[in-house]
């Protein structure tokens, strides 16, 4: 079974551009998240999908983060435009039902540096 | 709110030593929680999680934790350290109940094993 795969493995851009990252979770797990940790700092919770519905997003930075998840399936979260601050790598992971059932699983993370 | 706290950014065993990586947390209700490792250029593993059964928790790779309430600790241990444990460990730190788990983390630590 493929595990939790994310897309690009690393992405080196300027302030002030535009980056996509995507994730792909493990098929037919509805819940899809995304974290971040900065150089040096905790792991962050960003947001949380319930299939294509984003059921929490108390972590995203600001405005300049948008997540979707159209139909359900992978996801992608786009930095426009990108700050310095925003370097990090970004973790995605993926799990099915609640509780402690759940357990997430989580992809190698894309590695983000904005120059 | 919760919180995670894990004592040492660093810790270097010999081959064949205890590894002990401390961590303590705070929750206002009771908690799941986790250890995670990531290897180099790989996203994370989970290494075992408590989820109010047994306090004792067995996970992968030897490793096992003990959920201690009056302490608020989870420390990780294993009995004998293998060239192959040198990665980076994270504690975590999830609400307990039927609802999903918004994962907080710890800022990591990282272990060395010397031959």
């Known amino acids: 079974e493929a595990g939790v795969t994310q897309f690009p493995s690393h992405s080196v851009i300027e302030k002030g551009q535009t980056v996509t990252l995507r994730c792909d979770p493990i098929s037919g797990h509805d819940n899809l998240y995304w974290y971040r940790r900065v150089m040096g700092k905790e792991i962050k919770f960003l947001l949380h999908f319930v299939k294509e519905s984003k059921q929490d997003e108390s972590g995203m930075p600001n405005n300049r983060f948008l997540a979707e998840r159209t139909g359900g399936t992978y996801s992608t979260l786009k930095v426009q435009p990108a700050e310095l601050e925003d370097s990090g790598v970004y973790f995605c992971?993926?799990?099915?039902?609640?509780?402690?059932?759940?357990?997430?699983?989580f992809g190698p993370g894309t590695r983000l540096l904005v120059l | 709110a919760q919180s995670v706290t894990q004592l040492g950014s660093h810790v270097s065993v010999s081959e064949g030593a205890l590894v002990l990586l401390r961590c303590n947390y705070s929750?206002?209700?009771?908690?799941?929680l986790f250890w995670y490792v990531q290897y180099p250029n790989q996203g994370l593993q989970l290494l075992l999680k408590y989820t109010s059964a047994a306090t004792l928790v067995k996970g992968i790779n030897g490793f096992e934790a003990e959920f201690k309430k009056s302490e608020t600790s989870f420390h990780l241990t294993k009995p004998s350290a293998h060239m192959s444990d040198a990665a980076e460990y994270f504690c975590a730190v999830s609400e307990s109940g039927g609802g999903y788990q918004k994962v907080t983390f710890g800022i990591g630590t990282k272990l060395q094993v010397i031959p």
């Open positions: 992971a993926s799990s099915q039902g609640t509780g402690h059932r759940e357990t997430q699983y």
């Open positions: 929750s206002s209700v009771p908690p799941y």
